[in-house]
């Protein structure tokens, strides 16, 4: 079994950095020191455990101040007190994980009940290739019987099934363009996390910081976009079983967002309500561009995988 190396001197070097390390945790990167370099599954479980309920101890801290007051979180993450709360980052995916696995649950319906839906259909006339299109064809209406033959019975049978055939038809071919246009919503559907998350949340933060008087690091706001995002997720959870989860999400966002930015300040109330009102429209705006955008690129030279066919 592979032991810990030592230095001439008989100082333990750390196995992880390579530091000197005299005592029980490497100076340098503070992993703990042991005899040996793979340790006894005891010890494993026992390191492990400890991780775990050191989250667990920090995960009630986080979710107190994330909530209330609004922002402070984001405040004491630029105080430089970090070491007691969860990363912005895993906050942000203990929130959108379970919402966007929520998401995966939609059934995408025809126009009416879905935007994303809406917009598959839009863009799907737009710019699917003809050999993905599913055309609905153009059945001849039946001509009305015509008075002399009402009184025969043959003819009227006849008359009636040719018209239940056409009617047939042409719902058939309407169901099968509906099935494609939501499979394709919800393929590209499975999209939103890397969307928002690679795109949104940084577009938030960029939003944050159209004030130059504030004067704030870039990774500060990304911060406090995480724990916006965060807070809208959790908010949309909650009323996902009312059926209005996006509006209560980006309503709780948008509020949180005001009180936080004049939490952290410096920030006015008049600058906390021009912001309020500014970077919701333009982060929706943004959001529909890009989505739309995605749709039509997909389409255009990925229709195979949206419809997957």
């Not at 998350?197 to 690091?217: K, S, T």
């Not at 600058?271 to 333009?282: L, M």
Request: one cysteine or more.
């Amino acid at each position: 079994m592979a032991t810990l190396t030592r230095t001439p001197q008989g100082t333990r070097a750390c196995p992880n950095c390579g530091a000197l390390a005299p005592h029980d945790y490497c100076p340098r990167c503070g992993q703990e020191q042991s005899e040996e370099a793979v340790p006894a599954i005891s010890q494993w479980i026992r390191e492990a455990l400890d991780e775990l309920l050191l989250v667990e101890a920090r995960l009630p801290r986080t979710l107190k101040r994330l909530f209330w007051p609004p922002g402070e979180l984001w405040a004491e993450w630029r105080r430089g007190r970090r070491a007691s709360y969860v990363s912005p980052l895993r906050t942000y995916l203990l929130a959108a994980i379970p919402f966007f696995l929520l998401v995966s649950t939609v059934e995408y319906q025809p126009v009416g009940g879905n935007l994303f839906h809406i917009i598959v259909e839009g863009v799907y006339y737009g710019a699917a290739p003809e050999r993905i299109r599913v055309e609905v064809p153009d059945v001849p209406v039946m001509a009305p019987l015509p008075d002399s033959v009402r009184n025969d019975s043959v003819q009227v049978a006849s008359w009636r099934a040719e018209f239940e055939r056409r009617r047939a038809l042409r719902q058939s071919y309407r169901e099968a363009l509906q099935r494609r246009l939501a499979e394709g919503a919800r393929r590209v559907a499975e999209l939103l996390p890397v969307l928002v998350g690679v795109i949104m949340v940084p577009w938030l933060a960029l939003l944050l910081g159209f004030d130059p008087r504030r004067n704030e690091r870039f990774a500060s706001r990304l911060v406090g976009s995480l724990h916006i995002h965060a807070v809208g997720y959790v908010f949309a959870m909650l009323a996902w079983p009312l059926g209005f989860a996006v509006p209560a999400g980006l309503l709780a966002a948008t509020i949180y967002l005001g009180l936080a930015t004049y939490r952290v300040g410096p920030d006015a109330a008049a600058g906390a309500v021009v912001r309020v009102v500014i970077t919701p429209v333009s982060y929706v705006v943004c959001f529909l561009a890009t989505y739309v955008g995605l749709v039509y690129a997909l389409m255009r030279f990925a229709p195979g995988w949206v419809f997957n066919v």
